[in-house]
């Protein structure tokens, strides 16, 4: 079993993942689901109030990473490569995503991901993201 307190306080000893200051709501060996809450340097556009592109895609890498390993105690997963489709805008309020580990092998690992603020079926953003592992 995974102690979210744990990995939680692991995530705020990341300068990058405090500066996008999210949270984990749950997580298992294949999923991880967490939370980041809207901060105005999270904006891209200042007349909407929308979240930057960027910022939608580093919590949705955040969060695939700490699907693929969650306790931090290994060599972090290093992103190879990732495809980010962004489906609507991410507006002022809280920003959800759930990973889901599609494939774990000993180099590799496949992850997809989906962004969400109030409703699990309007996604804001879905990406595929690969990580080595070694």
């Known amino acids: 079993m995974i ?10 000893r990341v300068p990058f993942f405090r500066f996008l200051n999210f949270e984990v709501q749950s997580l298992d060996s294949l999923h991880a689901t967490t939370e980041m809450t809207f901060d105005v340097r999270h904006i891209g556009n200042p007349i909407m109030d929308y979240y930057h592109g960027g910022i939608i895609a580093s919590f949705m890498e955040a969060t695939a990473a700490i699907a693929v390993r969650p306790d ?19 507006q002022k309020g809280p920003l959800f ?38």
Not at 3 to 12: K, R
């Open 3 to 12: 102690d979210l307190q744990t990995v939680n306080a692991n995530i705020a």
């Open 72 to 90: 931090f105690t290994e060599t972090p997963a290093k992103p190879i490569n990732l495809t980010v489709d962004y489906l609507r805008p991410g």
């Open 97 to 134: 995503a759930r990973a889901n580990v599609t494939r774990k092998g000993k180099r590799i690992a496949s992850v997809s991901v989906i962004t969400w603020q109030t409703e699990t079926d309007k996604p804001v953003a879905e990406g595929l993201y690969h990580f080595l592992l070694v």
